[in-house]
C-alpha cells in the first residue's frame, strides 16, 4: 500500500465513524438552536412569566395575548389521566408476558404490543374522533365528545406498548435464583412476583413509565384531534382542553411567518422539548442509578 | 399456619392472576377492536380506481394515489437519511467505543432523540431544513425530518445486531491478521445483515404513519401534479385522513373516503411491521450459533 500506514488507515477509520456516531448529540444541538433561533422573538412581545403562567392564550386577537398556561395545564392532565390508565395495564401485561404466560403465548402476545406500538397516531386520533367520541357524548350527555377523557384513553393506548416492553425486559432480566430462593421459601407464585420480582424490577419498570408518560405528553395527533381544542384551565374530566402539541399542530399552519404568533409557537415547542428531555434525563438517571444488581453481587 | 390463611393466600393468587389477564385481554381487545372496525367500515370503500386514481371535486371523490406516492417518497428519502447515519453509528459504539464520559454524551444523546417529541421534530424541520438552509416545503425537508426522528431506532436496532455476532468471529479474523476494519466490513456486518434489515423496516413503517413532523415540512393539503423533484411538495396518507376529517367542508359526507384512506394506511404500516417480525422469527430461527 503506498503513503498511509495500515494502522494510520484505521484511525482515520475509526475518527469517521466516531464523528458519526456523535451527530446524534450535534442534532440534538441544533434542534435546541433552531428552536431557540424562531422563539426568542416573542419575548420582546411579553414576558418569559406572563407567557408561561398567563391564563389567556388569546394568539389572534388584538391586542394578543400569549399566556400558555391552559395549554400547559391541558398537557399535564391527559398525560396524568392516560398515565393512570396504562401503568396498570402495561405493567400487568408485561408480568403476564414475563411470568406467566406459555412461551407460545408469548409469541403471540409480544408481536401483538409491537403492532399496537406501531398504530399511527393520526389512525388512533380518527378512532377517537369517529368512534369514542360520539359514544362518549351520548351515553354521558355531553355537550361534546371531544375532552379530556377522550384524548387520555386514546394516549394510554399508545403509551401502554412503550410500558409494557421496557416492562417486561426489565422484569425478565431478574436472575432465576432470586424466584427459586422465594419459592424455597414456600412463597406462593403470587406472592413472589409481588414481593421479590417486581421490586427487584423496579428501576427498570419506572423508566418504563417515565419514558410512557414522556410518549404521553409529546404525542400530536391524537390531542390534536380529540382533545377539544379549547384552550381554558379544565373544571372536569369531561371538558375540552388544548395540550401544547396540539396548539402548535393546529395553528402553525394559519399563522403569518415569523409574526409574534408564529415566535410564540416556538416558544411552546422549546417548553415541550426541555419537558420532554427532562423525562428522558431522569429516565436514564433511574436507570443507571439503580440497575439492579446480578445475583454474583449478593 | 392455619390452612384457612394457605386457602387465602391462593385466592389472592387467583384474583391477582385474572387481573393480569383482565390486562392482556384489554390490549388484545383495544388492538382488534380498532382493526376490526376500521377494516368494516373501509373495505367498501377500497377500488382499484381509489388506489389509482387522484382526489376529485375538491377531495370528495375519487383516489388517494398522490398520497400513497407521496408517503412511498417520503419512505424511501427518511431511509436513505437513517440507514447509513444509525448504522455507522451503531458501528462505533458496539465496535469502537471504550467506556467513556464521551459514550456516556454520545448515549444520553441517542436516547433523548428519541423521545423529542414528533411536533418538536416537525418545527426543527421547519425552522431548520425548510426556512434556514431554504429546502421549502418538500420532499428533502420532510425525508430529513423523518430520518432523524427515526435515527435512534435504526442506531438501537443496528447495535443490538451488532452486538449479536459471536466475539469469536472477531477474534479468528484477528488471529489471521485481518485488520479491525476489515473484520467489521467482511466479518461483522454481514452477520448482523438480518438484524439490521429488521430495525430499517421497523424505522420506514414508522415514518410512513407519521404526521405531525411533515406537516409543516413535506405535505400538501392538495397537490394537482405528482412532484417531479425532490423540492416539490407533496400529498402523504397520514395528512391526507387528518385534512379529510378535520379540515374539509363537507367532513360527513367524505366518511367513506376518510376510513379507506385510514385502512390503506394500517395496511401498509402493520404490513410492514408484520414483515419486519416475520423476517426477524425466520432469521433466528436459521442462525446457527
Given at each position: 500500500m503506498t503513503g498511509i500506514t495500515r494502522t494510520t488507515k484505521e484511525k482515520i477509520i475509526k475518527a469517521f465513524f466516531f464523528i458519526i456516531a456523535a451527530t446524534s448529540v450535534i442534532i440534538l444541538g441544533l434542534i435546541i438552536l433552531s428552536l431557540f433561533r424562531e422563539a426568542w422573538p416573542i419575548f420582546r412581545a411579553t414576558s418569559m412569566k406572563d407567557f408561561l403562567?398567563?391564563?389567556?392564550?388569546?394568539?389572534?386577537?388584538?391586542?394578543?395575548s400569549f399566556g400558555i398556561w391552559p395549554l400547559i395545564v391541558g398537557s399535564l392532565i391527559v398525560t396524568v389521566c392516560s398515565t393512570l390508565i396504562a401503568v396498570p395495564i402495561g405493567v400487568l401485561s408485561a408480568i403476564y408476558i414475563s411470568e406467566l404466560a406459555h412461551p407460545r403465548a408469548k409469541e403471540i402476545l409480544k408481536p401483538v404490543i409491537e403492532l399496537l406500538a406501531g398504530l399511527p397516531s393520526v389512525v388512533l386520533g380518527f378512532f377517537g374522533m369517529v368512534v369514542l367520541a360520539p359514544w362518549l357524548q351520548d351515553t354521558f350527555d355531553l355537550?361534546?365528545?371531544?375532552?379530556i377523557v377522550n384524548a387520555s384513553l386514546m394516549l394510554a393506548i399508545m403509551a401502554i406498548p412503550t410500558i409494557s416492553s421496557i416492562s417486561e425486559d426489565a422484569l425478565y432480566s431478574v436472575p432465576r435464583e432470586f424466584k427459586e430462593a422465594s419459592y424455597a421459601l414456600g412463597a406462593t407464585k403470587y406472592e413472589t412476583i409481588v414481593r421479590v420480582i417486581v421490586p427487584a424490577a423496579l428501576s427498570g419498570v419506572s423508566t418504563a413509565v417515565i419514558l410512557g408518560m414522556s410518549r404521553a405528553i409529546g404525542e400530536t395527533m391524537v390531542v390534536l384531534m380529540v382533545?377539544?381544542?379549547?384552550a381554558a384551565v379544565p373544571e372536569s374530566l369531561f371538558d375540552s382542553v388544548r395540550p401544547m402539541p396540539a396548539s402548535i399542530a393546529a395553528e402553525m399552519g394559519e399563522t403569518?411567518?415569523?409574526s409574534d404568533h408564529y415566535h410564540a409557537l416556538f416558544a411552546i415547542a422549546v417548553v415541550l422539548f426541555f419537558l420532554t428531555l427532562a423525562f428522558n434525563l431522569i429516565a436514564d438517571y433511574v436507570s443507571h442509578k439503580f440497575r439492579e444488581e446480578g445475583s454474583a453481587t449478593l | 399456619m392455619k390452612s384457612g390463611n394457605l386457602r387465602w393466600r391462593y385466592i389472592k393468587q387467583f384474583l391477582f392472576f385474572g387481573l393480569v389477564k383482565l390486562a392482556v385481554a384489554l390490549i388484545a381487545l383495544a388492538l382488534g377492536g380498532i382493526l376490526l372496525y376500521l377494516l368494516m367500515q373501509g373495505y367498501s370503500a377500497i377500488s382499484w380506481d381509489f388506489l389509482t386514481k387522484p382526489p376529485t371535486d375538491a377531495m370528495t371523490k375519487g383516489g388517494i394515489m398522490p398520497a400513497i406516492i407521496g408517503t412511498f417518497y417520503l419512505m424511501v428519502g427518511s431511509i436513505a437519511v437513517s440507514l447509513p447515519l444509525g448504522v455507522a453509528s451503531a458501528v462505533y459504539l458496539s465496535?469502537?467505543?471504550?467506556?467513556?464520559r464521551t459514550l456516556r454524551i454520545i448515549r444520553i444523546g441517542i436516547n433523548c432523540l428519541a423521545g423529542v417529541p414528533s411536533i418538536v421534530f416537525g418545527l426543527f424541520g421547519l425552522g431548520?431544513?425548510?426556512?434556514?438552509?431554504?429546502?421549502?416545503?418538500?420532499i428533502l425537508a420532510g425525508s430529513l425530518t423523518l430520518g432523524i426522528l427515526i435515527l435512534p431506532t435504526i442506531i438501537g436496532a443496528s447495535e443490538e445486531a451488532l452486538k449479536g455476532v459471536p466475539q469469536t468471529f472477531r477474534e479468528a479474523s484477528l488471529a489471521l491478521g485481518v485488520s479491525k476494519w476489515q473484520t467489521i466490513y467482511h466479518i461483522v456486518l454481514p452477520n448482523a445483515l438480518p438484524g439490521i434489515l429488521t430495525g430499517s423496516i421497523l424505522g420506514i413503517g414508522r415514518a410512513a404513519g407519521e404526521t405531525a413532523p411533515i406537516m409543516f415540512t413535506a405535505a400538501a393539503?392538495?397537490?394537482?401534479?405528482?412532484?417531479?423533484?425532490?423540492f416539490d411538495e407533496v400529498m402523504a396518507l397520514p395528512y391526507h385522513i387528518y385534512v379529510l376529517a378535520t379540515?374539509?367542508?363537507r367532513i360527513e359526507e367524505t366518511r367513506p373516503l376518510q376510513y379507506g384512506t385510514a385502512l390503506v394506511l394500517i395496511a401498509l404500516v402493520l404490513g410492514i411491521n408484520f414483515v419486519a417480525i416475520l423476517f426477524r422469527s425466520y432469521t433466528r430461527r436459521r442462525k446457527s450459533w
Open positions: 403562567f398567563g391564563t389567556e392564550w388569546y394568539p389572534t386577537y388584538d391586542p394578543p355537550p361534546t365528545g371531544l375532552n382533545a377539544g381544542g379549547a403569518p411567518f415569523r | 465496535e469502537y467505543s471504550k467506556k467513556s431548520l431544513f425548510v426556512v434556514y438552509l431554504k429546502f421549502g416545503s418538500s393539503f392538495f397537490t394537482a401534479r405528482l412532484p417531479a423533484s425532490i379540515a374539509g367542508t
